[in-house]
């Protein structure tokens, strides 16, 4: 097969060469030749960011979706989408730097031990020292039947299995400390009498440090926990690095069912996680090997890449994962940095769309154990929502998509410095003031930013409830696109990047369908098990998206429900603190797998209900104003 | 630190060169280089093996055991006690080729199937066929409770254990098997209700293989089982790969303690072992993945090298080893080319000089179910040896040595091409005659030679009973060489590399050593549990030494007992057969681990009756001739 010349020009740096055979992708010669080009939709062509310019020679194009007709002509196409036929220079323009400021960074949650904590019961690693009798001309046993006598006669434990890499460090180390030695084991059954497995064996007491680790999509959080005394000792948070494949879990699934980019996605993350476990034990001056145990939690596609288990199903209908519950691992099964015998804990998901990640908010919001009526919500990349109480436990996903993350929005953006998180729009001259996070220049508009935006064009009549932009104002701000109608939320002068930001009237619809699906979600799913919606005594939000935003304007764009504010409360990132629970307490641990076997899951999309709720709430606040009380006042009023 | 320049002269080759500091080994040098110097004794400068030619420049020689003074003056010196402290070029003679033709490759053992065998009670290794429900948006079940619900519902079983490599390759499995899919899985316990270990998922039904592996120090005999019907299908035999590295397991347990060292013991072992496995795989057409279980004896130093376990315990006193009984393993875990998921369960042993070639020996020779007083001895490189019966059993180790397998004796050899595996002495000429394995000329003198020549030497009175020569003979044979006083056996003419090949009073003295040893370990073994030698009724002798020796000789040097031959029974590899029962039938798995505990082992090293018998045992056939009558009948006649 010919091979062609491609040659990457990059910003600042010298040029770049590979040889690729004729049919290759641009990507993929990028790929070869060390190149980073980002790719948000996973290679599908959908999200644009991956132009990069031909300067001589040409690609085959398949889709030119999100150029224009002028992009083309001035040479740009969509990497993922150009093959190769021939020598071609591609210019490829500086990428996007994720910045490292992340919103879960800028408050450390303030932890409480839960109260009575005891690691002699409730913990499952555990720590012993041990005496065992010197070998003798007399008494020949071999180095394992007197750790194992020791086990028995000094901690009544009956059965001790072990791993062969531990085996084989056992007999130097009785031999150094003089056969006193500190073991740590794992007991899975409360009751000591049963069978432990061996973790380490040590000179001297070691500390026991654990962790608590939630995968999400966008976000992965670390916290470090003393499994003594039960405190987070440390916590850090990182854009989870399988971002630069694909920026929801669709996207990297494809990517992931490549031709072995399972393992590619698997070790992205690692990185991340591995990154995050060294950054925690810095700032607690703690060893790596002094962790013992990691409990994990994610929606149920992050947990299978990160166990490189093909994902593919989850995708596809009837949407069916390989597995929910996982078996225990230990750290060298995954590759995490930590003692090596550590026990992985992969806390069980409930169906392919709602995961650990919700079983573990579950636990930590207590809904499960409470006699009112709970609506729990995780709007994160997805949206997971659990309806229930101690009784009865249902659930369901929407695909609600990234556009509150800021994805699928021209000027949208994450929730980092220079994005726009509130805005206000005069009613009288349509002219909008904001907050910038970092009080610099604007690049964007973030998720709470967005709600806010919508909230106040709609209020101020800039929208209609249909989300028509009116054309009739008396304000440069409506106008007419590139890609249709649009509002001006900052003037070209006034950002850092000197283009207008603006919000489309395609952004305005993808917003819409966003929030409708949500609130169809939780709407259908009272619906579904006869309860009224107006019942709900509490509605309680998790996820880092829920951390920030305006209840009222939230309310006004119909994204919640119109109840007394008092009812909802925001949680933070419930997933990583159920996943502490069930790190530190057993029998914590016990109830989140009863939490999963409880859960009913729904699936909507087999559902025309679904379809009908998602409708009428495509509109402002939603086509039955009744519905939203509070909100037809204030519009009354203005 | 100053770095030197080494050049190897090798035979017919280009110069090898290699840059190293001061204080480096020439052996290490070598290695580093990637040129072959053999170390039969492990590097201790005993065996003289490794003796190469400075041609230029010097080494410091830290020893010069087994070499003659014209040897040094002419540039001889030990490679594993040289050390570089200048340039220098060395010349490296040919290397001695290790033959592959085995003394156990000669008789393909006709191993019968045990009576009554039946695989769905006896044999851990399992499979079923089952037929799984399919997912639908009504049943979004995932993958693997789907595959743990149809074990349940179609074989009965509750609990199933995988691997997350095993768990990765599921999903595409059932879907490209359209849900109905074959199951490998190992249950421990005899009642299927129990927890099973899932070893494969296939789409048609697989054979089942087996592997019954013995590790010899010397020799490693595989033998590939069909686990339906039982039958032996291919049997293979080979060195053992760590004979480079030492010739005995004092040696290798010393090479093995060097530093990384275990690592690359481990590694020859396995190349043995997976080439075996390559053997009886191409001879009985079947496919390494379905292997689905090996069973290993070995003696413990054979066990804890496979393992890479440190084994430096075993060689110094108290003499322990790390363990004897080893946890179940998987193929992955030791690097066996089999399935990956293939059980491997190293059988158990009782002491660090008594293993699991002897319980599984124990096993396959029946005594330990039998009334008859049964006295079991082993003699491969060390000599092991078991006394009893069903109600009791016995065991201790003496350290005889490999003189008999041809190691510490001048021309002495294994037993392959070339060497002379018995000999005659006309008592009245001290002529010999001899016949040579393979027909042609001799190349040296193999154990059951030794033996033979022992006795005609002593017999025909070229030898007195003290072991010493008789230089008063009319004999140009008994003369007195570089070594001292010696016999030849065969002159320079008739041999194939041109040498005499000699009996030295040196060699003499090491095989009455060794078989003194022997002796020595069994009439202690019974003295010390009060019962007579001559009241043992079996005397059966394992190991593939004891196959080819002629009894009557082996009498008359005082090696065995002087008691009627057809008490005498020679098994062959005892420890390859008990390993095959063992990996057949869990029952005598079971009986294989009462065995191990049931045996007592007594420290002959620890008891000063051991060296007064040894010491009686030095002369031929033994001090107290009264021991030995028909010996006294056959001096008197001749």
Chains 1, 2 share one sequence.
């Not at 009798?133 to 194992?148: E, G, I, Y």
């Amino acid at each position: 097969m010919a091979e062609h010349l491609v040659t990457f020009n990059l910003d600042g740096a010298q040029p770049v060469t590979v040889h690729v055979p004729t049919g290759t992708l641009l990507t993929e010669a990028a790929q070869r030749a060390g190149v980073e080009i980002t790719q948000p939709c996973g290679g599908q062509g959908r999200c644009g960011r991956c132009a990069v310019q031909i300067t001589s020679g040409d690609v085959r194009r398949r889709s030119t979706l999100r150029l224009t007709a002028d992009d083309v002509a001035a040479g740009y196409t969509l990497a993922c989408q150009s093959v190769v036929e021939g020598d071609v220079s591609v210019t490829v323009p500086p990428q996007e730097k994720i910045e490292r400021r992340l919103t879960t960074d800028r408050v450390v949650a303030d932890v409480q031990v839960p109260a009575g904590y005891d690691p002699k019961t409730a913990q499952t690693i555990q720590r012993v020292a041990l005496t065992l009798t010197q070998p003798s001309m007399d008494d020949q046993t071999d180095d394992w039947s007197r750790l194992t006598t020791a086990f028995r006669q000094q901690a009544g434990i009956d059965q001790v299995s072990v791993s062969l890499p531990l085996l084989r460090r056992i007999g130097p180390i009785l031999r150094d400390g003089d056969w006193n030695i500190s073991a740590v084991y794992e007991s899975a059954i409360s009751n000591q009498q049963s069978a432990i497995r061996l973790i380490d064996v040590r000179l001297d007491e070691p500390s026991l440090f654990g962790l608590a680790i939630d995968i999400g999509t966008t976000t992965v959080s670390c916290w470090l926990v003393d499994l003594i005394s039960g405190q987070v000792v440390a916590q850090a948070a990182e854009y989870n690095d399988q971002i630069k494949r694909g920026e929801d879990v669709i996207s990297r699934i494809i990517y992931a069912s490549k031709n072995g980019s399972g393992f590619e996605m698997q070790s992205l993350v690692l990185e991340t996680i591995n990154f995050l476990i060294k950054n925690v034990c810095d700032k607690a001056k703690a060893e790596p090997k002094d962790i013992f145990k990691a409990t994990i939690a994610g929606n149920s596609t992050m947990v299978h890449l990160l166990l490189n288990i093909p994902a593919a199903s989850i995708r596809l209908a009837p949407f069916v994962t390989a597995i929910n519950h996982v078996p225990l691992l230990t750290a060298t099964d995954l590759g995490l940095n930590i003692n090596p015998e550590a026990t992985i804990d992969c806390l069980p998901g409930v169906a392919s769309y709602v995961g650990a990640d919700i079983t573990a908010g579950v636990l930590s919001s207590g809904m499960e154990d409470s006699e009112q009526l709970t609506l729990f919500m995780d709007v994160g990349t997805n949206g997971e929502i659990v309806l229930g109480n101690r009784d009865w436990l249902v659930t369901c996903a929407c695909s609600a998509g990234p556009a509150f993350e800021g994805a699928g929005v021209v000027n949208g953006m994450r929730a980092t410095r220079g994005a726009i998180e509130e805005v206000w729009i005069n009613s009288e001259t349509y002219e909008p003031s904001y907050r910038v996070i970092g009080n610099t220049k604007p690049r964007g508009i973030c998720g709470s930013g967005l709600i806010s935006l919508l909230s106040e064009m709609f209020i101020t009549g800039v929208l209609d409830k249909g989300g028509n932009l009116n054309t009739h104002l008396e304000s440069p701000r409506v106008r007419s696109g590139e890609h249709g109608l649009e509002y001006v939320v900052a003037w070209a002068n006034e950002t850092w990047h000197g283009h207008d930001i603006v919000m489309t009237h395609v952004d305005v619809d993808n917003l819409l369908r966003a929030k409708a699906a949500i609130y169809a979600g939780y709407s259908v799913l009272a619906d579904r098990v006869g309860v009224p919606l107006e019942s709900v005594e509490r509605f309680l939000i998790g996820g880092s998206f829920g951390k920030y935003i305006n209840v009222e304007k939230a309310v006004q764009i119909g994204l919640l429900p119109d109840m007394p504010w008092d009812q909802f409360a925001f949680l933070g990132n419930t997933s990583v603190k159920g996943t502490y629970l069930a790190l530190l307490d057993r029998a914590q641990r016990d109830r989140l797998s009863e939490i999963a076997s409880r859960m009913t899951y729904i699936e909507l999309s087999a559902d025309n209900t679904f379809y009908d709720a998602f409708t009428s709430a495509l509109f402002l606040p939603h086509t039955d104003l009744a519905k939203f009380p509070s909100v037809e006042a204030t519009l009354s009023k203005s």
